[in-house]
């Protein structure tokens, strides 16, 4: 079955720096990937979209890639500020209307 | 932009109560709306998917006894967990998908409702 692997491990870095968030996927390619932001006690919110045949996706400081040679989707955040620090979370579908979402990765941008 | 709205946030209570949860898209129609179950730190696991007008789809070992849904309309689900009990206490949290054609769209959630019991 379709498994996603996100960083368990939190990313560190230091504001306005580009944090860098993997995503990889274990079956077939899906139609797309979503990515979400998830803040604690709250709902994850939705950031991009990118289809399977897009290789790069932006909005604003956001920037998604998706290789289906490699499996992978990479997340960025330029210019990285405190208020980026959430946890990031990488879904995709699974067939039909179903979505899996992955554990996420928790990032922390310090001032 | 689309809207979620979970009520209640947060619920405290006795073992062997029923709680209902509420999810309520308030300024689209959702033909469709999933209900699902987080625990700390880890991925939120699908429990059912909800559909408008017919019974709800449910995922492999979540029992449908336990967790009843009912979607009367095209802007309203509910959960009610029955008879809860401590193992069943849990963030719960529900999303929904704007109805139009193609199945690539966004999932808009609700802030969840922490589920707590004694």
């Known amino acids: 079955s379709q498994k996603i692997e996100q960083n368990s491990e939190a990313l560190n870095i230091q504001e306005g720096k580009t944090a860098t968030l993997t995503c990889n996927y274990t079956n077939y390619s899906p139609a797309y990937l979503q990515w979400y932001r998830q803040d604690p006690g709250r709902g994850p919110v939705f950031l991009l979209l990118i289809r399977e045949n897009e290789k790069e996706k932006r909005k604003e400081r956001l920037k998604v890639t998706f290789d289906t040679t490699l499996k992978q989707s990479l997340f960025h955040i330029t210019a990285s500020q405190p208020a980026d620090s959430a946890t990031y979370l990488c879904?995709?579908?699974?067939?039909?209307?179903?979505?899996?979402f992955g554990a996420g990765t928790r990032l922390f941008v310090k001032a | 932009g689309a809207v979620v709205s979970q009520h209640p946030s947060w619920v405290i209570c006795k073992s062997g109560t029923s709680v209902k949860i509420e999810c309520r898209s308030l300024d689209f129609q959702a033909t469709t709306m999933f209900w699902y179950r987080q625990f700390p730190k880890q991925s939120l696991m699908l429990m059912a998917t909800?559909?408008?007008?017919?019974?709800?789809?449910?995922e492999q070992g979540v029992e449908k006894d336990k967790f009843l849904i009912n979607h009367a309309s095209l802007t309203l689900s509910t959960l009610t967990v029955t008879s809860a009990h401590p193992e069943d206490s849990s963030f719960y949290i529900c999303?929904?998908?704007?109805?139009?054609?193609?199945?690539?769209?966004?999932?808009?959630f609700g802030d969840g409702t922490r589920l707590s019991i004694l």
């Open positions: 999303s929904a998908r704007e109805t139009r054609q193609g199945q690539n769209q966004p999932q808009h």
């Open positions: 879904a995709l579908n699974t067939g039909g209307f179903k979505t899996i």
């Open positions: 909800s559909n408008e007008g017919s019974k709800a789809t449910y």
